[in-house]
Structure formats: C-alpha cells, structure tokens
C-alpha cells in the first residue's frame, strides 16, 4: 500500500525512493499524475546528485492541450 497526503491545491504527494548507482538511496515527495505514461520528472537537483546525462529534448502534450519542451536524461 502507498501512503501519502493531499496538499492544499489538492494534489497527491508520496515519498519517491530512487536507488543511486553510488548504492545510496534518495528520497524525494512526489505529485502523482493521474495520466503517468511510464515517465518520472525529477528535480534539477536530484538529476545532479544522480549523475544523470542528458541524453536529449523531449516533447509532451498536457493535459489542457499545451505542448511542453523537457529533458531526458539517463543513468551514466
């Protein structure tokens, strides 16, 4: 089971653990999409104390028809 709360703009926020490739484990709050497609956002500073690579420019559609320009980066 996951547990979590709901802020005040209503958004549902869990704890994310992600497992460095140094062994260590990060800890992160996390908004829960409802429309999650198998893609995670993360914080410029966690994307740093991961190591990630940018790899290259991704495009996604949101949910109110706009269209947003984002990184993908990949483990080292």
Do not use: H
Not at 41 to 66: C, F, H, M, Q, V
């Amino acid at each position: 089971m996951i547990t979590g709360i709901v802020n005040a703009d209503f958004e549902a926020i869990i704890p994310l653990s992600v497992f460095g490739l140094d062994g260590k484990i990060y800890t992160q709050d996390a908004v829960i999409d409802t429309g999650f497609n198998g893609w995670l956002s993360l914080p410029t500073n966690l994307i740093t104390r991961l190591n990630l690579r940018w790899k290259r420019r991704g495009r996604a559609i949101l949910g109110d028809g706009s269209e947003c320009v984002f990184n993908v980066y990949m483990d080292a």
